[in-house]
C-alpha cells in the first residue's frame, strides 16, 4: 500500500516525524540532529527565543525554509498565559502554529487538560492552528477536536522520562476515534517505541528528549526517522494479526455441523 | 500546617541511625532503587557513601542530565543596598561593621541595570539587606519595575516579609525569591543572629510559605553551609525542598549551597565543608529530588565551579559583583569575596567547551505569578 501525505492543518508532510529543541548541549549538534531526522516540523519553547537578544535566539538556528516552525508555550501554567505567549509569537512573526502546552505542576510537567482546552478554544477561534498536548484522554480529545485543533498530542509517558508507549490502551481509543491526526508526544525513549506508536496507526510522534541527551544525538536522530518510517509502514501492511484463542470448542461443535 | 509547626515534629535523633551508617552496600543498595525516599537520602548523606562517592555521583549525574540535558542557565546578581540592621557575625553587611553604605539611587539602579543587560544577562537576582526603612518594600518595587524592562526573569533576594508584601512585589513582576535560613539548628542560629529582626527564627523559617502563597514561581531555599553540621543542615534542607514542593505543587523550589567564605569577615568557621562534603551533599539531593534547579554562585573557586557543571548543577552567576553599584562603580563593600572572577562571556565559553549549552534566556515576561 502506497503511503498518503501526512495531511496537518491544511499541509501536506512527507515525513511523519516532529522534533524538539531543548537539551541538547550545542546549538551545532541539535542542528545537525534535526537534519538526520529528516523532519520537517521542529517545535521550539518560545520562552527560549530571545526577539531582543539576536544571539541569544534559538529560532535563527532553525532554517525556516526548510522546516516549519510549531512554537510551544512550554512553563505555561494557565490558559491565559499560553494565550498570550501565543498572540505574541504570531505578532513577531514566529508563526501561527501553536503547541500548547499548560503544566502547572515544573516536576512531571504534564498538562493541565482543563485549561488547555480553554486556550484551544480560543487560539482556534483566533484563526491558530492548534496542536494541544494532553494526557492520554479520549474524551478530552473528542473535545479539542470539536473546539477545532489541527490534532491531538497525547503523551506516551511523562515528558522525559523515555518510558515509552504506558498510556497504550487510551492512545488506542483516541486514535479509533480521531477525526484529526493524532500525535503521539512525550516519553519516547527508543526507537522502537516510536515504532510501536505508528503500527498503532498514529499519525506522527514527537521526539525530543530521546535525542537530545542521546550519547550520539545525530545517530539516534537517524534511528528515529528510519523507526517511524517502519512502524508506518507495519500500520499500513495490515499487520499480521497475533493469534487468538480460536481453537474451536466443544460446546459449539454443533455449528460445524450446520 | 507551616513548615515550623512540621519542623517541630521531627525527631532527628530518628535520623541518626540512617546518618552514622558506615555500611557502603546499603548505600549501593539504595543507588539501584527506581526513586528513592527520604530515608534512603540520608543514607546517601552518611560515611558509608563517602566510600562510593564515583558510584553516587555518577548516578547524580546521569539524573541531572536526563532531567535537564547539558544545559546551564546564566544569572547575575544586583546588590541595591548594603543597609542592613541585623547583626550576623559571619556576613559583611553586618549592623555592626563600619563599612561604607550604600543604597542605590533610582538612576544608580537604572545604570546598573544597562550595564548588567549590555552584558548579555536576561536573568537578574536583586538583593538588600535587611533595612526597612531606607530598603523597603516600595523600594524593592520600584526597583523591580525597573529591572523589568530589561530582564525577562526576576528574582530577589531580600529579607523576609509578610505575604501581603510579596504579593505586591509579585504584582510589581518579581518572579522568584530566595531566603536562606542560614542555619536551621536553632540554637546555632540563635547564637550567630546578634540582633534585629532576623533573630525570629520561626518567622524566617516560614518565609518560603509565605512566598510561594504570595504567588511568587521560584522560591529558592539553603543554609550556610559551615555554621553548623553539614549532615543536619542536609537532612533539613531535603526534607524543607519535599514539604515545599508536595504543598505549593504549582511553585518549583531551586537549592543554592553558600559555603561561608573565610576571607571576607574573619568569622572563624564552626563546621568547615570540604570540597568532597560538598559534593557529597548535592549528589544526594539531585538523588532525592531529581527535578529541581541546582544554583551555582561565584564565592566557589573557578576550578570547583568547572567541575560542578558536569555534576548536577543547573544554573550559575557570572562575572558578579557583591556590592551595591559594583557593574558601573567599584568603592562600597562587597557581602562576600568574589572567588570566580571570569565575566560572563569567559564562562559561556567555559561551558561550551565542557560540552554543554549556556542559555541565557529561559522565561516568558507573560509567566505571571501562581495563582
Not at chain 1, 477545532?148 to 522525559?160: A, E, F, K, T, Y
Request: charged letters at 30%; glycine letters at 6%; proline letters at 4%.
Amino acid at each position: 500500500m502506497q503511503d498518503e501525505f501526512f495531511k496537518l492543518g491544511g499541509h501536506n508532510f512527507s515525513s511523519r516525524l516532529i522534533v524538539g529543541t531543548g537539551k541538547f548541549n550545542s546549538k551545532e549538534i541539535m542542528v545537525k540532529a534535526i537534519e538526520a531526522t529528516k523532519t520537517q516540523m521542529v517545535t521550539v519553547a518560545l520562552r527560549r527565543v530571545d526577539f531582543r537578544n539576536p544571539k541569544d535566539n534559538l529560532l535563527s538556528y532553525i532554517d525556516r525554509k526548510k522546516y516549519i516552525i510549531l512554537p510551544n508555550t512550554s512553563g505555561a501554567q494557565t490558559a491565559d498565559e499560553a494565550i498570550r505567549i501565543a498572540m505574541i509569537a504570531r505578532e513577531a512573526g514566529v508563526s501561527d502554529w501553536i503547541k500548547i502546552e499548560v503544566t502547572p505542576d515544573p516536576r512531571y510537567l504534564l498538562p493541565d487538560g482543563e485549561e488547555t482546552l480553554k486556550a484551544a478554544q480560543v487560539l482556534a477561534k483566533e484563526g491558530f492552528k492548534v496542536m494541544p498536548y494532553i494526557n492520554a484522554d479520549p474524551i478530552l480529545a473528542k473535545k479539542l477536536e470539536d473546539a477545532g485543533c489541527v490534532s491531538v498530542m497525547p503523551l506516551g509517558s511523562p515528558i522525559g522520562s523515555n518510558r515509552g508507549l504506558k498510556t497504550l490502551e487510551l492512545i488506542k481509543i483516541i486514535i479509533e476515534q480521531s477525526n484529526i491526526p493524532v500525535i503521539v508526544d512525550a516519553g519516547i525513549g527508543k526507537p522502537s517505541d516510536a515504532s510501536e506508536a505508528m503500527e498503532l496507526g498514529a499519525s506522527a510522534v514527537l521526539i525530543n528528549t530521546a535525542i537530545a541527551t542521546a550519547e550520539d544525538p545525530v545517530l539516534i536522530a537517524e534511528a528515529f526517522h528510519l523507526a517511524v518510517l517502519a512502524g508506518r509502514k507495519g500500520f499500513l501492511s495490515g499487520l499480521p494479526i497475533e493469534k487468538q484463542k480460536a481453537e474451536a470448542s466443544s460446546p459449539l461443535d454443533w455449528v460445524s455441523k450446520l | 500546617m507551616s513548615f515550623y509547626e512540621k519542623f517541630g515534629e521531627y525527631d532527628y535523633s530518628n535520623f541518626k541511625k540512617y546518618l552514622d551508617n558506615e555500611d557502603k552496600d546499603l548505600v549501593l543498595n539504595v543507588l539501584k532503587k527506581e526513586k528513592i525516599n527520604f530515608f534512603d537520602y540520608l543514607y546517601l548523606l552518611s560515611n558509608g557513601a563517602k566510600k562510593v562517592l564515583p558510584q553516587i555521583a555518577s548516578l547524580a549525574r546521569e539524573l541531572t542530565i536526563k532531567r535537564f540535558g547539558k544545559v546551564i542557565n546564566f544569572y547575575a546578581p544586583i546588590y541595591l543596598s548594603n543597609e542592613c540592621s541585623n547583626s550576623c557575625i559571619y556576613c559583611g553587611f553586618n549592623h555592626s561593621k563600619e563599612i561604607k553604605r550604600t543604597t542605590l539611587t533610582k538612576d544608580e539602579i537604572e545604570k546598573e541595570l544597562i550595564a548588567l543587560k549590555e552584558v548579555g544577562f536576561d536573568s537578574v537576582l536583586l538583593l538588600t539587606g535587611e533595612s526597612p526603612k531606607i530598603a523597603g518594600l516600595d523600594y524593592i518595587k520600584e526597583a523591580v519595575i525597573m529591572a523589568k524592562k530589561y530582564f525577562t526573569y526576576i528574582g530577589l533576594e531580600i529579607y523576609p516579609m509578610s505575604e501581603e508584601e510579596y504579593r505586591e512585589l509579585v504584582k510589581a513582576g518579581a518572579n522568584g525569591l530566595t531566603i536562606y535560613q542560614e542555619t536551621y539548628h536553632k540554637e546555632t542560629y540563635d547564637k550567630v543572629h546578634l540582633k534585629g529582626r532576623k533573630k525570629n527564627f520561626e518567622w524566617r523559617l516560614d518565609t518560603p510559605d509565605r512566598a510561594f502563597l504570595a504567588g511568587f514561581r521560584k522560591v529558592g531555599i539553603g543554609a550556610l553551609l559551615g555554621l553548623y553540621d553539614l549532615k543536619y543542615e542536609a537532612s533539613i534542607i531535603g526534607l524543607h525542598a519535599e514539604y515545599l514542593q508536595k504543598k505549593y505543587w504549582r511553585g518549583e523550589v531551586t537549592l543554592s549551597f553558600p559555603r561561608i567564605n573565610p576571607k571576607e569577615t574573619g568569622f572563624d568557621i564552626p563546621y568547615s565543608v570540604t570540597d568532597k562534603d560538598l559534593v557529597q551533599m548535592l549528589c544526594a539531593l539531585r538523588i532525592f529530588l531529581p527535578d529541581t534547579p541546582f544554583l551555582l554562585s561565584t564565592r566557589e573557586k573557578p576550578e570547583f565551579r568547572d567541575k560542578l557543571i558536569e555534576l548536577c548543577i543547573t544554573q550559575m552567576s557570572a562575572g558578579s559583583k557583591t556590592n551595591p553599584g559594583g557593574y558601573t562603580k567599584d568603592d562600597a563593600k562587597e557581602q562576600f569575596e568574589v572567588s570566580d572572577k571570569r565575566s560572563l562571556s569567559e564562562m559561556l565559553e567555559v561551558v561550551k567547551n565542557k560540552g554543554y549549552d549556556p542559555v541565557l534566556k529561559d522565561w516568558e515576561e507573560n509567566f505571571l505569578g501562581i495563582i
